[in-house]
């Protein structure tokens, strides 16, 4: 099992260029999300998926979109990269959201080391 | 805003110690989940605790929940380099929001 998959694993980008991170779970969880990780920032929520379907804001969304193209799939848009964005983001999926709570893990891929010049 | 503080923020200790990491909040936790994170790597799940006073154990590492919901220890024994790695415990706020906090970046020297 590939479990969550994020492409690229590398970017570096120019400041103002735009960008999609991809992501794509094979567990037929319901729920998706995105977070960034910064040096001693720890994980930060940007926006997630509760359902196919629907897109809710997290922490810190400004500057980002999402789509959640289907149930596998959940896009990470840049429109106008920043230095700020500089980050390592990470892609995360869980049967249900609600259930978060209960014990239900959230899944991580490996992340995309993402530099903004 | 809630949020979760993690102490200490680096530990490195000799392999055979023992060891205690904390997560902590002003406020009441609903349930706390600890993940470990190898480099290059995303964080994986070790354990949710839900009840105030709750223990749980998974193999050398052990989990504690507060009595009042507002801390949760994570306890090592006998530490192996294979411990290695950032421990991050994560809750959700009041708004609704899975947060994380800062980790906990342990080194197991052997």
């Known amino acids: 099992n590939a479990g969550v998959t994020q492409t690229p694993k590398f970017q570096v980008l120019k400041t103002g260029q735009s960008m999609t991170l991809q992501c794509a779970q094979d567990?037929?969880?319901?729920?998706m999300y995105w977070y960034r990780q910064d040096p001693g920032m720890g994980l930060r929520l940007i926006y997630y998926?509760?359902?196919?379907?629907t897109t809710d804001k997290g922490e810190v969304p400004n500057g980002y979109n999402v789509s959640r193209l289907n149930k596998r799939e959940f896009s990470l848009r840049l429109e106008s990269a920043a230095p700020s964005q500089t980050s390592v983001y990470f892609c995360?999926?869980?049967?249900?959201?609600?259930?978060w709570g209960m014990g239900q893990p959230q899944h991580f891929g490996d992340g995309t080391r993402l530099s903004i010049l | 805003t809630q949020l979760l503080k993690q102490s200490p923020q680096f530990l490195s200790i000799q392999e055979g110690e023992n060891l205690t990491v904390y997560c902590n909040s002003s406020s009441v936790f609903s349930s706390l989940q600890w993940y470990r994170q190898e480099p290059g790597e995303g964080p994986v799940l070790l354990v949710t605790?839900?009840?105030?006073?709750e223990v749980k154990k998974l193999k050398r590492l052990t989990f504690q929940f507060g009595d009042a919901r507002k801390d949760s220890s994570l306890h090592i024994t006998a530490a192996q380099p294979g411990d290695t790695g950032l421990y991050l415990c994560a809750s959700m706020n009041r708004d609704d929001k899975i947060i994380f906090g800062k980790g906990t970046r342990l080194h197991i020297l052997p």
């Open positions: 995360a999926s869980s049967e249900f959201r609600q259930d």
């Open positions: 998926s509760a359902s196919e379907g």
């Open positions: 567990m037929n969880h319901n729920s």
């Open positions: 605790v839900v009840t105030g006073g």
